[in-house]
């Protein structure tokens, strides 16, 4: 059974930063693009964060020079670290793993940026 999960999320201030983790099991991470999105009430989910198996990395504009998307594969484990947060970031964040085929979600952690 595949299972990712999320942690990390939290409540911080304007300009803060933070670092979400998301464990992965039941597959082998390093073998998958790696994703993270964010998603808020009444929108679509948009993806903040891309890791290939090659090692490539994108971000759209918004996050970009803010955000750091990187794994552990050791540990079978990705990251994102968020600098600079303002409260546009607020949005529950989910980790992804996709291949040819198939494609995996976590439950999502809640991050809030506010003063």
């Known amino acids: 059974q595949v299972q990712l999960v999320e942690s990390g999320g939290g409540l911080v201030q304007p300009g803060g930063s933070l670092r979400l983790s998301c464990a992965a099991s039941?597959?082998?991470?390093?073998?998958?693009?790696m994703a993270w999105y964010r998603q808020t009430p009444g929108k679509q989910r948009e993806l903040v964060a891309t890791?290939?198996?090659?090692?490539?990395?994108n971000y759209p504009n918004s996050v970009k020079g803010r955000f750091t998307i990187s794994r552990d594969n050791a540990k079978n484990t990705v990251f994102l670290q968020m600098r600079s947060l303002t409260p546009e970031d607020t949005a529950v964040y989910y980790c992804?793993?996709?291949?040819?085929?198939?494609?995996?979600w976590g439950q999502g952690t809640q991050v809030t940026v506010s003063s």
């Open positions: 992804n793993a996709r291949d040819i085929g198939s494609a995996y």
């Open positions: 039941g597959i082998i991470s390093s073998r998958y693009t």
């Open positions: 890791s290939t198996r090659g090692g490539s990395t």
